[in-house]
């Protein structure tokens, strides 16, 4: 079992910047790829960014691509999300999810390991 808690969200206007954590627990970090997704109430999850478990291989999606920086921290258990130019658009409850497979998957459905949310809002 792997325990996800993210931490860092909260309201900040356009332009500015949010780091978000996603301390993990509970199994070997280091075996976990890890990815960040963000929902809307009334639309779907998706995916915002990924990293795998040596941090050789990250991915963004094309909306925040430039704007955001995905990195982990295997000693720390840790992966983080930032954030910066931050659009409304942006405004979210972003989750914290792993994959004991070290491979990128785009859908949330094949991550088995969830953290609670944290909300992000961006003022415009």
């Known amino acids: 079992q792997v325990q996800l808690v993210e931490s860092g969200g909260g309201l900040v206007q356009a332009g500015g910047s949010l780091r978000l954590s996603c301390a993990a627990s509970g199994r070997t970090f280091s075996s976990l790829h890890m990815a960040w997704f963000r929902q809307v109430p009334g639309k779907e999850r998706e995916i915002v960014s990924g990293?795998?478990?040596?941090?050789?291989?990250?991915y963004y999606a094309g909306s925040v691509k430039g704007r955001f920086t995905i990195s982990r921290d295997n000693a720390k258990n840790t992966v983080y999300l930032q954030m910066s130019s931050l659009k409304p658009e942006d405004t979210a409850v972003y989750y914290c999810?792993?994959?004991?497979?070290?491979?990128?998957?785009?859908?949330?459905?094949?991550?088995?390991?969830w953290g609670p949310g944290t909300q992000v809002t961006v003022s415009s």
């Open positions: 990293i795998n478990r040596g941090s050789t291989t990250t």
């Open positions: 999810a792993a994959s004991g497979d070290n491979r990128q998957y785009y859908s949330g459905n094949y991550y088995t390991y």
